[in-house]
T-cell receptor, first 114, second 113 residues
């Protein structure tokens, strides 16, 4: 079945450091790919998405490119801030014959130190 | 995007009691879901809330424990019945807009003593 694997955390960075959170997926169809962010004490917020191969999603300085050849959707940011401290979830969604489904990764906790 | 509200935002309950969580969306949506997020974990789908018919439950979740109502396209409730400490989690309502983009409510944080 479909699955999403993302790097284990926690990831601890200093402010202004570069961030990469790896995410790879397996899917039988042609899913859309997403990154969600969960700030402490809050629900999930959609951070960015890409719906087809080679699409790049971007938001708030974060980027991720849908790479079909490597089945990856790595999250990157050039300079993190303390306010980026949160849990990040990679996910895929597909509308197939079995209906709509979303598969979430395990989540990666990011701590950014001042 | 959709604006999704949930009530209550948090609660502390005694074991053996039940709690009903409400989810309100600011627009009509076809697909609505309920998730559970146990402490430090990812999201687990409980069920799809179907308007006008019984909810569709995922493996490991049953209607007697998690009854769901969906009276219209903007509102749903999830009840956590006969609670035990293992039910302590965040419960999240979610909707799908467009082709495959999912949006989440702020969650209900439940602690069962």
């Amino acid at each position: 079945g479909d699955s999403v694997t993302q790097m284990e955390g926690p990831v601890t960075l200093s402010e202004e450091a570069c961030l990469t959170i790896n995410c790879t997926y397996t899917a039988t169809g042609y899913p859309s790919l997403f990154w969600y962010v969960q700030y402490p004490g809050e629900g999930l917020q959609l951070l960015l998405k890409a719906t087809k191969a080679d699409d790049k999603g971007s938001n708030k300085g974060f980027e991720a490119t849908y790479r079909k050849e490597t089945t990856s959707f790595h999250l990157e940011k050039g300079s993190v801030q303390v306010s980026d401290s949160a849990v990040y979830f990679c996910a895929l969604s597909d509308q197939g014959t079995g209906g709509f489904k979303t598969i979430f990764g395990a989540g990666t906790r990011l701590f950014v130190k001042a | 995007s959709a604006v999704i509200s949930q009530k209550p935002s948090r609660d502390i309950c005694q074991r053996g009691t039940s709690l009903t969580i409400q989810c309100q969306v600011d627009s009509q949506v076809t697909m609505m879901f309920w998730y559970r997020q146990q402490p430090g974990q990812s999201l687990t789908l409980i069920a799809t809330a179907n308007q006008g018919s019984e909810a569709t439950y995922e493996s490991g979740f049953v209607i007697d424990k998690f009854p769901i109502s969906r009276p219209n396209l903007t509102f749903s409730t999830l009840t956590v019945s006969n609670m035990s400490p293992e039910d302590s989690s965040i419960y999240l309502c979610s909707v799908v807009l467009g082709r495959e983009t999912q949006y989440f409510g702020p969650g209900t944080r439940l602690l069962v003593l």
